[in-house]
């Protein structure tokens, strides 16, 4: 059973009829959205065990419920099995997710690893813990996926931390590089996925609030979140203010790199450059200043792209 939003009492007032009807877009929206990262990306093949790691946060809530609600309409079988790291942490409020993933119906594991008592023995007091704890994390997690026999590891990652990731790593790393919707995993043995890929933050959280997910909070362990990472989401929050559709056009610019007009010669071959006699496709034209067409935003192609999967609803 995936959360109902529209079926919330409404009156017949205008303003509450007005609210069903967004939560209704807007849950359309996020169902689309997944459904179409799921088919661009080729995510779920038929009959994948998908392990979908529940954190109980708005983002893994919101994955997990969608995830539900595809696999009762996808034109293809596959399993979830959700999985929840009991990482030790004081005040961690151990009954939330059995009860809410019991109220589900959905298969469960809830692995309990004391990782935090490793990591406030490892690392000394005022340092930074997360990246000795996601390593652990992450481990884990591989293990219990084969423990489980999943094929696919889910993760409630969405478009703005790919943002910011992306701004990360060039800012801070060097490197024109963002977090993949699908890859390997780092020991090779498991296929990783983002199914909220697509899907904005904003809209999860405005979800999760009218969902009534029962979220645990994420500060238990006392870590802040990377300083790094605040101050890039604090721009990205800032330019999203400022200048309406550029945070869609960046993530659009993810989908659309040109190699041959960047700079990395491993990534294209400049030595082999010749002439040629027919005008190259979406060739430079070199000495005139570029221009821009107008491009649709991302929630206008999203409500162009209709997905099959819910489609087929
Ligand atoms: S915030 Fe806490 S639980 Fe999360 S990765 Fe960092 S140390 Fe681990």
Same mark, same amino acid.
């Not at 800032?238 to 993530?251: A, H, K, Q, V, Y």
């Given at each position: 059973?995936?959360?109902?939003?529209?079926?919330?009492?409404?009156?017949?007032?205008?303003?509450?009829?007005?609210?069903?009807?967004?939560?209704?877009?807007?849950?359309?929206?996020?169902?689309?959205?997944?459904?179409?990262? &799921?088919?661009?990306?080729? %995510?779920?093949?038929?009959?994948?065990?998908?392990?979908?790691?529940?954190?109980?946060?708005?983002?893994?809530?919101?994955?997990?419920?969608?995830?539900?609600?595809?696999?009762?309409?996808?034109?293809?079988?596959?399993?979830?099995?959700?999985?929840?790291?009991?990482?030790?942490?004081?005040?961690?409020?151990?009954?939330?997710?059995?009860?809410?993933?019991?109220?589900?119906?959905?298969?469960?594991?809830?692995?309990?690893?004391?990782?935090?008592?490793?990591?406030?023995?490892?690392?000394?007091?005022?340092?930074?813990?997360?990246?000795?704890?996601?390593?652990?994390? +992450?481990?884990?997690?591989?293990?219990?996926?084969?423990?489980?026999?999943?094929?696919?590891?889910?993760?409630?990652?969405?478009?703005?931390?790919?943002?910011?990731?992306?701004?990360?790593? %060039?800012?801070?790393?060097?490197?024109?590089?963002? %977090?993949?919707?699908?890859?390997?995993?780092?020991?090779?043995?498991?296929?990783?996925?983002?199914?909220?890929?697509?899907?904005?933050?904003?809209? &999860?959280?405005?979800?999760?609030?009218?969902?009534?997910?029962?979220?645990?909070?994420?500060?238990?362990?006392?870590?802040?979140?990377?300083?790094?990472?605040?101050?890039?989401?604090?721009?990205?929050?800032?330019?999203? +203010?400022?200048?309406?559709?550029?945070?869609?056009?960046?993530?659009?610019?993810?989908?659309?790199?040109?190699?041959?007009?960047?700079?990395?010669?491993?990534?294209?071959?400049?030595?082999?450059?010749?002439?040629?006699?027919?005008?190259?496709?979406?060739?430079?034209?070199?000495?005139?200043?570029?221009?821009?067409?107008?491009?649709?935003?991302?929630?206008?192609?999203?409500?162009?792209?209709?997905?099959? %999967?819910?489609?087929?609803?």
């Amino acid at each position: 059973m995936s959360a109902n939003i529209s079926s919330a009492d409404v009156a017949n007032s205008p303003s509450q009829s007005k609210q069903k009807y967004n939560l209704n877009k807007l849950q359309k929206r996020l169902r689309r959205n997944v459904g179409k990262a &799921i088919a661009d990306f080729g %995510m779920i093949e038929h009959n994948d065990k998908v392990m979908v790691c529940l954190s109980g946060g708005k983002d893994s809530y919101t994955m997990l419920d969608i995830l539900m609600f595809l696999k009762k309409i996808a034109p293809i079988h596959f399993d979830i099995v959700a999985v929840n790291l009991d990482q030790k942490q004081p005040g961690f409020p151990e009954h939330v997710l059995p009860q809410y993933l019991d109220s589900l119906g959905v298969e469960y594991k809830i692995v309990e690893e004391d990782t935090y008592s490793i990591v406030k023995d490892k690392i000394p007091e005022g340092k930074t813990t997360c990246s000795l704890c996601s390593r652990l994390r +992450r481990g884990i997690l591989y293990r219990t996926a084969k423990e489980l026999g999943a094929t696919k590891i889910a993760l409630g990652h969405h478009r703005d931390d790919m943002l910011e990731t992306f701004f990360l790593n %060039m800012f801070h790393g060097g490197k024109l590089k963002s %977090m993949p919707p699908k890859l390997v995993s780092d020991n090779g043995e498991h296929i990783v996925i983002r199914p909220l890929a697509y899907c904005n933050e904003k809209d &999860i959280i405005k979800y999760s609030e009218a969902a009534e997910f029962p979220i645990i909070p994420c500060n238990l362990c006392g870590s802040q979140e990377n300083l790094q990472r605040q101050n890039i989401k604090a721009m990205l929050q800032d330019w999203n +203010r400022r200048f309406p559709g550029r945070i869609e056009s960046m993530f659009r610019a993810l989908q659309n790199v040109a190699p041959s007009h960047l700079v990395d010669k491993n990534l294209y071959d400049f030595k082999s450059i010749k002439t040629q006699d027919a005008p190259v496709a979406d060739g430079d034209i070199g000495f005139d200043p570029p221009s821009f067409d107008t491009q649709p935003t991302a929630e206008e192609e999203n409500d162009i792209h209709i997905v099959n %999967m819910t489609e087929a609803k």
